[in-house]
């Protein structure tokens, strides 16, 4: 371990010798402070409070993300091409080692430089929180700092309802037999969820919602977060509907009547201790429109609970925009393992932008293929040569890039989303152990073959 | 020699360089000519930009319009989520990175004030987007594009429609929290332009300076809108509608997009004849008794009528294109002025109308003035228009309160009869949940309203109707209409809404 934690020690020194730790801390420290000044917000202390974590927090991880690549891809790959590489080499220590300790060290830059930056940001954003007037200050409490956890409507199992109904339907109609059986079970799936999802005119529904913890959240303030959709697209109208929340027929069931808007989530605080005896949240809601309205099944409804405070629900997104530093260094240092270094920077930026274009693989496989889709159905009728190559491809790097986007701290942060212990381990696991850890395997594999002796092109 | 070149020579360069940047600074001017000569230049310089703003536009060159199509897509996303707390940010850069964009501005604006106004349940919130949306447009739309006339006309529509309408539920607080900013910049609720177009004490200049600097209003041009369409009420949306579609006209330089803002004036003048006169009263605080604060109401501005008629017949001058359209609003007008005017005791400027109107659209009226508005009663009576029927309703116990004066009794009770009749007719028509939105003022609120008016020494009744008006309905000397207004309503807040029949 005396090599591993040597080359460490060399790195950080190396990174202090060039002046990198400086100059970054001064960047991050300058978009910390001269961000607030320059944005622009909605006028709300909530909305100031937010865009403040979103967009410091932000910067923070794009310079520090940037500085990452950079120094990974350098830090060997220039030592490589200026023969500084070889002084080590001859030492007795292992190759993958001088990687491992490489990368060590670069991490622990990052968690510096991160730990610096985003407790100024934290201390600035709680001193700002300060200035406002109680009232202000207890939304924020309620809304952004806390740690807010989540439960949904326990909805039964489908899949049965489904296979009874398509039996049904067969049997009306035979002619179904003919159809696609996909396409048929797909339209009966839709029949079966909109039972489960549609509130018609005049009508009402009613959700229980299991809150995993019922005691926690004595005394505390809950919210309900709601999405519903109507018949017409891209609607912008409101709709009149009266909420009953809380146990049936007792006195503390509370009763909202509101107009709300359809398409985007809609959010709404609600009296604390409203569940009932079993610690389920049950809601009702009076349809009062002509038009039936659509609460889907995934995020229809929701109910946000206070779970933890904010301070450590900070540090643990932290720790996860770590993680993402890892896993940048690992891929700056696999691509310096074997390449230049302006070949390296350009390989690892690369990689990023296919990172970054998920959306465009994920409407791939929406549309079953690349280009002239059928506007009616927004698909692709047949599929090309191409299509049977570029869909699998699209479908496995979705899945990988995945594995390193599903989280989303920043995001979570700015709207008091909890992110849990085992979010944190499993970001860990996805993001450094695995996918790291196959950019080092194959990192330490191109570094053990790389000539190191090789006459570089700038002698 | 060599080496005090060689020593300086970094200090030479820098020379250099400043000189011929001077030099290109110079040579710029001229070329920028020449390019606006030759009809080079497709666009107009931006002018006003702060120096981030031109620098970015030059810099980026044609790079701007792929950035601004990344934060507009950053945009969408967000929306769809929820996530608006960005979206003045984005909504800033996004024009900025087009500033001569003008359906940019629009779009921008229109989602602001519209579309994300309305996801937000509560009321509070709603009008922090609307606001959000009107100073895009007013602060910065029109300080890069002061010519364009379809700003002009979306921001007095943000106004006439969005604020002054009823169709969002929220629409009230607009109007009260407007009210409320205003009044603190008007005297007693009418602009003084004496003191305004020249302000003396500390207090004037800064009212004035406020209304320059926070609201971009030149009160010059309030005046002139006030002499030419009004008087107005400023601190209701539709006159400020009038204000913006005014200085449209003045200042654009597209002559086709005229109509636009011609259509806004005509439409804010039947708006502001419908509702246009706001009645301020103090209403009580429940949980602080002897505290007061203001609360308003709105009735119709009948002081207007000739003017909103002289802006349908210009509006017909000019549109020819819906000129039918206009002809049936303006009999449409007419007919309601007449009536409003007969309900309101203006019997003569009444028959002044009904005259009027018989002569321009010999098909309008068929019947004698009686007869008509007889019959008008009888069409409304089923009306649903929360607007048309409050007028009428303030119209009947207006006529009734008369009565009284004048010892007509049993008059007066069957006009208020009437009119409670008719109130209880339009709750029953609309639904339960429009009751809100649409509710109607109680008719005792009502007749509270118009005593204010009626007993007013100087726009009320003469003394003597006055003192008999006191007399037969038992009020005190002291008696005052605005204050007992406030405890009402302060009372149906706390045990609900008094029962009317």
Not at chain 1, 36 to 41: C, D, T, V
Not at chain 1, 332 to 352: C, D, Q
Not at chain 2, 188 to 202: A, F, M, R, S, W
Not at chain 2, 250 to 272: N, P, T, W
């Amino acid at each position: 371990m005396q090599g591993l934690f040597a080359i460490v020690g060399l790195t950080l020194k190396a990174a202090i010798r060039y002046r990198v730790v400086i100059v970054l801390s001064f960047l991050l420290l300058a978009s910390v402070v001269v961000l607030p000044l320059m944005i622009k917000h909605d006028g709300s202390a909530q909305g100031f409070t937010q865009i403040l974590l979103t967009y410091t927090l932000s910067a923070i991880t794009f310079l520090l993300g940037f500085a990452t690549l950079w120094i990974a891809c350098g830090s060997l790959a220039r030592e490589v091409q200026e023969c500084q590489i070889q002084m080590l080499a001859v030492k007795p220590i292992a190759r993958w080692k001088i990687w491992l300790g490489k990368w060590v060290g670069i991490v622990i830059i990052n968690a510096i430089l991160l730990g610096v930056s985003s407790s100024a940001v934290y201390g600035i954003t709680l001193w700002r929180a300060g200035q406002l007037s109680e009232s202000q200050q207890e939304v924020l409490e309620n809304e952004i700092f806390v740690a807010r956890g989540s439960a949904l409507p326990d909805y039964p199992d489908i899949e049965p309802y489904i296979d009874e109904y398509m039996a049904e339907r067969l049997e009306e109609n035979p002619n179904l037999v003919d159809m696609d059986p996909t396409y048929v079970r797909s339209q009966v799936e839709e029949q079966v969820k909109a039972s489960q999802q549609v509130v018609r005119s005049a009508h009402i529904r009613r959700w229980s919602i299991p809150v995993s913890s019922p005691e926690s959240v004595k005394d505390q303030p809950m919210f309900l977060r709601v999405k519903f959709f109507t018949s017409r697209p891209y609607d912008t109208s409101t709709y009149n509907v009266l909420w009953q929340i809380g146990p049936p027929e007792t006195p503390q069931r509370e009763r909202l009547s509101m107009d709300i808007a359809p398409e985007t989530p809609i959010e709404f605080e609600i009296n604390p201790n409203l569940l009932d005896a079993e610690g389920n949240l049950i809601v009702d809601i009076y349809n009062d429109n002509q038009e039936a309205l659509l609460f889907p099944l995934e995020d229809g409804i929701e109910v946000l609970y206070k779970q933890g405070g904010f301070g450590w629900n900070y540090l643990r997104g932290m720790l996860v925009i770590l993680c993402w530093m890892g896993f940048l260094a690992a891929i700056g240092l696999a691509a310096s393992s074997f390449l230049s270094f302006p070949v390296a920077a350009f390989v690892s930026i690369g990689i990023l932008i296919v990172g970054f274009s998920s959306g465009t693989l994920s409407q791939v496989i929406e549309q079953g293929g690349i280009g002239g889709i059928n506007h009616e159905t927004g698909r692709k009728d047949s599929a090309s040569g191409l299509d049977y190559i570029a869909l699998p491809i699209a479908k496995g790097l979705l899945n990988v890039i995945n594995l390193v986007k599903d989280f989303s701290p920043v995001s979570f942060l700015s709207t008091g989303r909890s992110i849990t212990v085992s979010i944190l381990f499993q970001a860990l696991t996805q993001i450094v152990l695995v996918m790291g850890g196959i950019f080092a395997a194959f990192g330490i594999w191109a570094f053990y073959r790389s000539e190191l002796a090789t006459a570089q092109g700038n002698q | 020699m060599k080496l005090l070149i060689g020593r300086y020579s970094r200090y030479f360069l820098i020379l250099f360089m400043v000189i011929m940047v001077t030099c290109a600074g110079f040579m710029q001017r001229s070329m920028n000519r020449a390019r606006a000569d030759m009809g080079l230049t497709r666009l107009q310089p931006l002018e006003n930009a702060p120096p981030v703003l031109a620098f970015t536009t030059v810099a980026l060159g044609g790079f701007r319009g792929l950035i601004s199509n990344m934060l507009w897509i950053r945009a969408t996303q967000l929306q769809e989520d929820g996530k608006y707390f960005e979206m003045v940010q984005l909504a800033d850069w996004i024009t900025k990175l087009q500033p001569h964009f003008v359906t940019v501005w629009v779009h921008q604006a229109w989602n602001l004030a519209y579309n994300i106004s309305v996801k937000f349940p509560d009321h509070e919130d709603r009008w922090l987007w609307v606001q959000r949306g009107i100073e895009l447009l007013r602060d910065h739309g029109l300080k890069y594009n002061p010519q364009e006339t379809m700003i002009y006309r979306e921001l007095a529509w943000f106004f006439q429609h969005k604020m002054g309408a009823n169709l969002d539920d929220a629409n009230m607080l607009y109007k009260a929290e407007w009210a409320a900013a205003w009044d603190q910049l008007l005297m007693e609720g009418k602009p003084d332009y004496e003191v305004l177009l020249d302000p003396q004490t500390p207090e004037d200049k800064e009212r004035v300076q406020v209304m320059r600097d926070v609201y971009k209003m030149d009160p010059a041009i309030m005046q002139k809108v006030d002499e030419e369409y009004g008087p107005f009420e400023w601190r209701l949306p539709e006159s400020h509608a009038m204000y913006w579609a005014f200085l449209g006209l003045k200042v654009s330089e597209r002559e086709k997009d005229y109509i636009q803002l011609r259509r806004v004036i005509f439409q804010g003048m039947q708006m502001a004849f419908l509702r246009g006169r706001m009645i301020e009263f103090p209403v009580a605080d429940p949980s602080a008794p002897g505290e007061f604060s203001k609360a308003f109401e709105f009735g119709p501005n009948l002081d207007i009528t000739e003017k909103t008629n002289s802006a349908y017949e210009e509006m017909m001058g000019a549109d020819e294109k819906y000129l039918q359209n206009i002809g049936t609003a303006h009999k449409n007008f007419l007919r309601t002025a007449v009536y409003f005017l007969y309900t309101h005791n203006r019997m003569q400027e009444s028959e002044k109308w009904y005259d009027y109107v018989r002569e321009k659209y010999p098909d309008s009226i068929n019947s004698t003035l009686e007869e008509y508005v007889f019959a008008r009663v009888e069409e409304e009576f089923g009306s649903t228009s929360q607007d048309r029927l409050k007028g009428m309703l303030m119209g009947f116990i207006e006529r009734s309160l008369i009565d009284i004066a004048m010892g007509q009794e049993e008059k007066a009770i069957a006009g208020e009869m009437l009119a409670r009749k008719m109130r209880k007719r339009y709750y029953d028509e609309i639904n339960e949940s429009q009751v809100v939105r649409i509710k109607l003022p109680t008719v005792q609120e009502m007749k509270i309203e118009l005593l204010a008016r009626l007993l007013d020494p100087e726009e009320g009744l003469n003394e003597l109707m006055a003192n008999q008006l006191r007399t037969r309905l038992g009020l005190d000397e002291d008696y005052d209409p605005k204050k007992a207004l406030g405890e009402l309503r302060a009372t149906a807040q706390v045990e609900g809404p008094q029962p009317e029949l």
